[in-house]
């Protein structure tokens, strides 16, 4: 299915929000975030866009590489780290949020930030329903 084509107002505002949940935050964590977010939930269409986007942000392959297995990796910083414990968490809900994981977070972005942060997390999780759903090929852009 061609999303775009089949509900173009609902597409329109996921673009939307998207947009506005990237703003003020680095473009080279946004992308982080975004193939971290894929990785859980297994949308390989949209870990191929945003490995993509993040080679173009100025993203190393190393970094890119090891994003899988980032708790044991060195090559992120402290916030980056915070950001993706909580996108993962976010993205695995049922588990819960935890505090340490949410303050942690807190600790490195301010609100505003944050806020967009979380708005981002589940704006990556809505892409990649949508995107799995509807059984969007890697490499269509």
Sequence with gaps: MNFNQAAPKVFKAMVALDSAARQGLDPVLVELVQIRVAQINRCAYCIDYHTGD?????ETEDRIYQLSAWEEASLYSAQER??????EAVTRLPDGIPDAVYDEAARHFGEEELARLIALIFTANAWNRMNVTTRKTPGTF
Excluded: E, F, S
Excluded at 54 to 58: L, M, S, V
Excluded at 82 to 87: M, N
């Design 82 to 87: 915070a950001a993706l414990a909580l996108a």
């Design 54 to 58: 993040a080679r173009k942000a100025g």
